[in-house]
C-alpha cells in the first residue's frame, strides 16, 4: 500500500495532522493503537491553553471546528472564563479560561471530521519499524490482526506521542532524566458541586485550599448545564495524608473529572513500567476516592463512573532544527516560522513527587512555536507534532497542552501535504507559504 501522507498516531495532534493533510489534497493514513481518535483529548480533561491570560484566543482553525461540530452534537458548549490564576507567591492576576467538553463527543466528531476531509483510519494498528532511504523514511512496518504489513508514504507525520518514528528512524532526542510524572483522571457522579465548592472555601474538611494556585469557575457561560464548570487547589484530606495538587472540570451537573493522583519516576516508553504506571495509580485513585468520600460532604453519595488509562506528560522530546526553551515560552517569543502558538503557562508536574509548579507568559500573552521545531535534526520525510516536539523540559510544560498540540498538528499536516504537492522534501518547504495557507485556512500563526 502506498500513501501521500501517513499520520502516524491519531491522537490530539494527528487528528488536525490528517484533516489538514486530506483537505491539503493529500491521500493520507491514520495509524492508530486504540480503537478511536483523540488521546489525550478523550481521558476526561477539557482544552486549555487556547485563549491567552488576556482573554484573547490563540487557536482557531481545526481546532475551533472541533469545537463547534460537538457543539451541534451537544457534547461541548465554548469557552469558560471568571476566575484568575493567583497565589500569594505571585501578584499577577491572569485570566483562567477553559473549553470543558464530553470525550465521547470528541471521538466521534474527530473520527467524522478525519475520514469526511477523504482520509483513511486504520485502528488497532501498532507501528513496529521504518524503512530508510538514507536518512529518510519511506516506508513503515506495521502490526495487527491480519498481521504485518508495509505501508509506503512521500511523508510522515509523527504524532504518536512518544517520537516513535523518530525513535525508529535513529533520530536524536534531548537529554532529560527527570521526565514530568503520569496520571490517571476519573469521572465521579452523583456529586454536590456547589456543596464541593463550600466544602474547599470553609477548610474543614479540607486543609490546605488557597495554598496554590487556586481557581473556580461557575457558569459564566449560561449555555453549560452545570453550576460549578471547574476547580482547582491543593488539598490535604486529613493529618499524616500525603498532599494532593487537583483539577477538576464538570460538564453537566453532578459529575466531575478529576486529576489529582501522580505516579513518578516511570517511564512511559518502557512497557514494563507503563504497566506498574497503570496499576500504582489505579490503586491511587480507588485510595482517593475513598478518601474523598469519607472526608468531604459533597462526596457522601458519590460514585465511580470511569478512569482514562495511565496518561505520561512527557516521554521522549526530539532535537529539532530549533529548540523552544523556557525563555521563549515566558518571554512570548515570536519567530518568522511561526506555524501555531501557545498560550499556557509552564506547568510541572514535579518529577520528585512535589507540588506543580507554574511559570506564566509575559504580559499574559502568546508565544509561537516555529516550523524548524517540527523537524527532526538529521532527518527527512518526518514532521513532527505534539508533546515530543523540539522544545526542553521546562518548556514542554506548555507545548504539550491539547491547544496548541491541535495547532502544531494543523501545522504538520498542511506541512506534508504542501511537501507532497510541491514535490519536495518538508524541510525545504517556504515557511512564509506555509503560514499563508495556514491563515488561509483560519489558523492563527
Request: hydrophobic share 40%; net charge negative.
Amino acid at each position: 500500500m502506498r500513501y501521500d501522507v501517513i499520520v502516524a498516531g491519531g491522537g490530539t495532534a494527528g487528528v488536525a495532522a490528517a484533516i489538514a493533510a486530506a483537505r491539503g489534497g493529500a491521500k493520507t493514513l491514520v495509524v492508530e493503537q486504540y480503537g478511536h481518535l483523540g488521546g489525550t483529548a478523550v481521558s476526561g480533561i477539557p482544552f486549555l491553553g487556547s485563549m491567552d491570560c488576556n482573554g484573547e484566543i490563540v487557536n482557531r482553525g481545526i481546532f475551533s471546528e472541533l469545537i463547534e461540530k460537538m457543539g451541534e452534537e451537544d457534547g461541548c458548549y465554548g469557552y469558560a472564563t471568571g476566575a484568575y490564576w493567583h497565589t500569594p507567591q505571585t501578584p499577577e492576576r491572569y485570566r483562567f479560561s477553559l473549553v470543558p467538553f464530553d470525550p465521547e463527543y470528541y471521538k466521534y466528531v474527530a473520527q467524522e471530521l478525519v475520514l469526511g476531509a477523504g482520509a483513511k483510519i486504520l485502528y488497532h494498528t501498532f507501528i513496529s519499524d521504518v524503512i530508510m532511504e538514507g536518512n529518510r523514511v519511506v516506508a513503515i512496518e506495521v502490526v495487527n490482526k491480519s498481521g504485518k504489513q508495509i505501508i509506503e508514504a512521500d511523508v510522515f507525520v509523527d504524532s504518536t506521542g512518544d517520537a516513535d518514528l523518530v525513535q525508529l528512524a535513529g533520530g536524536s532526542f534531548i537529554d532529560n532524566p527527570h521526565k514530568q510524572n503520569c496520571s490517571i483522571l476519573f469521572r465521579i457522579g452523583n456529586v454536590d458541586l456547589e456543596q464541593f465548592v463550600a466544602d474547599l472555601e470553609e477548610g474543614k474538611a479540607v486543609k490546605g485550599w488557597g495554598e496554590w494556585h487556586t481557581r473556580v469557575i461557575k457558569a459564566d457561560n449560561k449555555q453549560i448545564p452545570t453550576s460549578v464548570v471547574h476547580l482547582a487547589g491543593h488539598m490535604v484530606l486529613g493529618e499524616g495524608e500525603p498532599e494532593t495538587t487537583f483539577t477538576a472540570v464538570s460538564l453537566r451537573d453532578g459529575e466531575i473529572s478529576l486529576n489529582a493522583t501522580r505516579v513518578a519516576g516511570l517511564s512511559g516508553v518502557d512497557a514494563e513500567e507503563i504497566t506498574k504506571a497503570e496499576i500504582l495509580e489505579r490503586r491511587n485513585v480507588m485510595r482517593l476516592f475513598r478518601l474523598m468520600k469519607e472526608k468531604i460532604p459533597a462526596f457522601r453519595n458519590a460514585r465511580l463512573l470511569t478512569t482514562s488509562p495511565i496518561g505520561f506528560r512527557e516521554t521522549r522530546n526530539i532535537v529539532g532544527d530549533y529548540i523552544i526553551t523556557m525563555e521563549d515560552v515566558v518571554g512570548g517569543a515570536k519567530f518568522p516560522d511561526g506555524v501555531a502558538k501557545g498560550a499556557y503557562p509552564i506547568d510541572i508536574h514535579d518529577p520528585h513527587g512535589g507540588r506543580t509548579r507554574f511559570y506564566f507568559i509575559k504580559s499574559g500573552g502568546s508565544y509561537d512555536i516555529p516550523y524548524r521545531s517540527l523537524l527532526p535534526k538529521g532527518l527527512e520525510g518526518i514532521v513532527v507534532a505534539g508533546r515530543t516536539i523540539s522544545a526542553t523540559h521546562e518548556a514542554n510544560g506548555s507545548t504539550r497542552i491539547m491547544g496548541c498540540v491541535t495547532a502544531q498538528g494543523e501545522a504538520a499536516g498542511t506541512a506534508a501535504a504542501l511537501a507532497v504537492s510541491k514535490k519536495v522534501l518538508p524541510r525545504q518547504l517556504n515557511a512564509e507559504e506555509l503560514r499563508d495557507i495556514l491563515r488561509a485556512n483560519g489558523a492563527l500563526v
